[in-house]
């Protein structure tokens, strides 16, 4: 077990994807600021009810069970004068208790899962890939200069799954899927429904 500090969010963050986030409150500057000075990740949790920002007076929102470690790639200053930071998902934890600081800044104790190890990506997933490579072409996908291992399935799969325009109560129940077999089924399965096939 160790010590995280969690960002929670309103979206699900995959191991591989990419989330552009806007920092406002302070206890995120403060965790970013510390994550940039020590190199060390921060746990994205989704939020199952409730909302991201925080408020006195309204209860604390209700967090899913597991999320995803996060590093920040980018960072820039932008036009409305906010700091906007660029993270990408590292490895998967289970939550098991979280308490809050006195500056509103959720802490969790997480236990780490194991790393995915690089999973060569068979035949029959080829077409995930070609629809992964399309979603790639468009411009807003391009601008986070996402680096893809195309050989290795659970690159492909968790990206893909970033990408697509899916219900984030889905991506999370996805990213609970231990096994590559489970997590490109579960795919194939929803890219016949976005498209209409059986």
Same mark, same amino acid.
């Given at each position: 077990?160790?010590?995280?500090s969690?960002?929670?969010l309103?979206?699900?963050?995959?191991?591989?994807?990419?989330?552009?986030l806007k920092?406002?409150?302070?206890?995120?500057?403060?965790?970013?600021?510390?994550?940039?000075?020590?190199?060390?990740?921060?746990g994205?949790?989704w939020?199952?009810?409730g909302g991201?920002?925080?408020?006195?007076?309204?209860?604390?929102?209700?967090?899913?069970?597991?999320?995803?470690?996060?590093?920040?790639?980018?960072?820039?200053? +932008?036009s409305?004068? !906010? @700091? $906007? &930071?660029?993270?990408?998902?590292?490895?998967?934890? #289970? =939550? *098991?208790?979280?308490?809050?600081?006195?500056?509103?800044?959720v802490?969790?104790?997480?236990?780490l899962?194991?790393?995915t190890?690089?999973?060569?990506?068979?035949?029959?997933?080829?077409s995930?890939?070609?629809?992964?490579?399309?979603?790639?072409?468009?411009?807003?996908?391009?601008?986070?200069?996402?680096?893809?291992?195309?050989?290795?399935?659970?690159?492909?799969?968790?990206?893909?799954?970033?990408?697509?325009?899916?219900?984030?109560? +889905?991506?999370?129940? !996805? @990213? $609970? &899927?231990?096994?590559?077999?489970?997590?490109?089924? #579960? =795919? *194939?399965?929803?890219?016949?429904?976005?498209?209409?096939e059986?």
């Amino acid at each position: 077990m160790s010590e995280l500090s969690l960002f929670p969010l309103s979206a699900v963050l995959l191991p591989f994807g990419r989330v552009p986030l806007k920092i406002f409150e302070q206890r995120y500057l403060d965790l970013v600021r510390e994550s940039m000075k020590t190199d060390r990740a921060f746990g994205v949790v989704w939020i199952r009810r409730g909302g991201e920002i925080g408020q006195r007076g309204r209860a604390a929102p209700e967090l899913g069970d597991y999320g995803t470690c996060a590093r920040i790639v980018d960072w820039d200053q +932008l036009s409305n004068g !906010l @700091l $906007g &930071i660029t993270i990408e998902g590292v490895q998967r934890f #289970e =939550l *098991h208790e979280t308490h809050t600081r006195s500056n509103g800044l959720v802490v969790g104790e997480v236990q780490l899962k194991q790393p995915t190890v690089a999973t060569h990506l068979a035949e029959e997933w080829a077409s995930l890939l070609d629809v992964l490579r399309t979603l790639e072409t468009h411009p807003h996908v391009q601008r986070m200069n996402l680096q893809v291992d195309y050989n290795d399935a659970w690159q492909v799969g968790y990206t893909l799954l970033q990408l697509l325009p899916l219900e984030e109560s +889905l991506k999370y129940k !996805l @990213l $609970g &899927i231990d096994n590559i077999e489970g997590l490109m089924s #579960e =795919l *194939h399965v929803l890219l016949n429904e976005i498209s209409g096939e059986d």
